[in-house]
Protein backbone atom coordinates (compact mmCIF):
# COMPACT_ATOMS: atom_id res chain seq x y z
CA UNK A 1 0.00 0.00 0.00
CA UNK A 2 1.61 3.49 -1.01
CA UNK A 3 1.89 6.07 1.81
CA UNK A 4 0.31 8.19 -1.03
CA UNK A 5 -3.52 8.25 -0.84
CA UNK A 6 -6.30 9.78 -3.56
CA UNK A 7 -6.89 13.65 -3.08
CA UNK A 8 -10.42 12.63 -2.55
CA UNK A 9 -9.46 9.98 0.42
CA UNK A 10 -7.65 12.56 2.31
CA UNK A 11 -10.36 15.00 2.47
CA UNK A 12 -12.79 12.55 3.86
CA UNK A 13 -13.24 13.13 7.60
CA UNK A 14 -15.09 10.23 9.83
CA UNK A 15 -17.55 11.24 11.99
CA UNK A 16 -16.86 9.63 15.69
CA UNK A 17 -20.06 8.87 17.46
CA UNK A 18 -20.51 7.46 20.93
CA UNK A 19 -23.67 5.52 22.94
CA UNK A 20 -25.11 6.61 25.61
CA UNK A 21 -26.78 4.40 28.70
CA UNK A 22 -30.27 4.80 26.55
CA UNK A 23 -28.30 3.08 23.92
CA UNK A 24 -28.10 5.98 21.47
CA UNK A 25 -25.51 6.66 19.07
CA UNK A 26 -24.53 10.53 19.18
CA UNK A 27 -21.53 12.64 17.22
CA UNK A 28 -18.64 13.28 19.76
CA UNK A 29 -17.92 17.09 20.01
CA UNK A 30 -14.51 17.96 18.34
CA UNK A 31 -11.75 17.63 20.58
CA UNK A 32 -11.11 21.54 20.46
CA UNK A 33 -14.75 22.96 20.17
CA UNK A 34 -14.31 23.83 16.81
CA UNK A 35 -16.70 23.33 14.62
CA UNK A 36 -16.54 21.38 11.08
CA UNK A 37 -17.78 23.41 8.27
CA UNK A 38 -18.22 22.31 4.76
CA UNK A 39 -15.06 19.93 4.67
CA UNK A 40 -12.84 21.89 6.79
CA UNK A 41 -11.93 21.60 10.53
CA UNK A 42 -12.95 24.96 11.18
CA UNK A 43 -14.94 28.23 10.05
CA UNK A 44 -11.61 29.76 10.13
CA UNK A 45 -9.64 27.42 8.13
CA UNK A 46 -12.51 27.11 5.29
CA UNK A 47 -12.32 31.19 5.19
CA UNK A 48 -8.97 31.02 4.52
CA UNK A 49 -9.49 28.78 1.90
CA UNK A 50 -11.92 30.93 0.14
CA UNK A 51 -9.49 33.91 0.63
CA UNK A 52 -6.81 31.79 -1.38
CA UNK A 53 -9.12 30.95 -4.15
CA UNK A 54 -9.61 34.28 -4.87
CA UNK A 55 -5.99 35.15 -4.65
CA UNK A 56 -5.38 32.29 -7.24
CA UNK A 57 -8.01 33.55 -9.53
CA UNK A 58 -6.59 37.32 -9.71
CA UNK A 59 -3.45 35.28 -10.54
CA UNK A 60 -1.08 36.40 -7.17
CA UNK A 61 -0.25 32.83 -6.46
CA UNK A 62 -0.79 29.46 -8.16
CA UNK A 63 -1.66 25.33 -8.01
CA UNK A 64 -3.56 25.97 -4.67
CA UNK A 65 -3.97 22.49 -2.78
CA UNK A 66 -5.02 22.03 0.82
CA UNK A 67 -4.22 18.64 3.29
CA UNK A 68 -1.16 18.04 1.49
CA UNK A 69 0.92 15.09 2.73
CA UNK A 70 4.70 15.38 3.86
CA UNK A 71 6.29 12.46 4.78
CA UNK A 72 9.52 13.18 6.78
CA UNK A 73 12.37 10.70 5.90
CA UNK A 74 15.66 10.35 8.19
CA UNK A 75 18.44 8.44 7.17
CA UNK A 76 16.14 7.04 4.18
CA UNK A 77 13.69 5.67 6.95
CA UNK A 78 10.38 7.38 7.13
CA UNK A 79 9.69 8.90 10.47
CA UNK A 80 6.10 10.38 10.55
CA UNK A 81 4.16 12.49 8.54
CA UNK A 82 2.75 15.99 8.80
CA UNK A 83 -0.24 17.50 6.93
CA UNK A 84 -0.51 21.07 5.59
CA UNK A 85 -4.06 22.48 5.24
CA UNK A 86 -2.20 24.60 2.21
CA UNK A 87 0.07 24.46 -0.06
CA UNK A 88 0.51 27.40 -3.06
CA UNK A 89 3.14 28.95 -4.85
CA UNK A 90 4.04 32.45 -5.44
CA UNK A 91 6.28 32.37 -8.29
CA UNK A 92 9.10 30.44 -7.97
CA UNK A 93 8.49 30.14 -4.02
CA UNK A 94 6.71 27.04 -2.91
CA UNK A 95 4.25 27.98 0.55
CA UNK A 96 2.88 25.60 3.02
CA UNK A 97 0.27 27.00 5.45
CA UNK A 98 -1.26 26.17 8.36
CA UNK A 99 -3.90 27.51 10.08
CA UNK A 100 -4.11 27.05 14.02
CA UNK A 101 -6.09 28.11 17.14
CA UNK A 102 -3.75 29.58 20.06
CA UNK A 103 -4.44 26.17 21.73
CA UNK A 104 -3.16 23.72 18.88
CA UNK A 105 -0.56 25.82 18.17
CA UNK A 106 0.73 24.97 21.28
CA UNK A 107 0.47 21.32 21.85
CA UNK A 108 4.42 19.56 21.74
CA UNK A 109 3.17 17.21 18.91
CA UNK A 110 2.79 20.23 16.55
CA UNK A 111 5.75 22.13 17.70
CA UNK A 112 7.97 19.37 16.92
CA UNK A 113 6.46 18.76 13.59
CA UNK A 114 6.60 22.43 12.59
CA UNK A 115 10.38 22.23 13.94
CA UNK A 116 11.01 19.12 11.97
CA UNK A 117 9.45 20.64 8.39
CA UNK A 118 11.38 23.45 8.51
CA UNK A 119 14.50 21.25 9.31
CA UNK A 120 14.04 18.73 6.72
CA UNK A 121 12.33 21.45 3.70
CA UNK A 122 14.64 24.74 4.03
CA UNK A 123 13.14 25.65 0.72
CA UNK A 124 9.49 25.81 1.44
CA UNK A 125 8.24 28.93 3.31
CA UNK A 126 6.00 27.72 6.05
CA UNK A 127 3.29 30.12 7.40
CA UNK A 128 1.32 29.45 10.28
CA UNK A 129 -2.02 31.99 11.04
CA UNK A 130 -3.42 31.79 14.40
CA UNK A 131 -7.28 32.66 14.91
Not at 17 to 24: A, E, N, P, T, V
Not at 48 to 61: F, G, S, V
Not at 96 to 111: P, Q
Request: glycine share 6%; charged share 35%.
Amino acid sequence: MSIWRSPSARRRKRVRYKMLKSGRLVPVQNKYGNKREGGFDSKGERGRWQELQLLEKAHKLSNLRRQTRWVFVVNEEPICYYVADFEYWIGDVRVVEDYKSEHTRKLAVYRIKKKLFQALYPDVVFRELVR
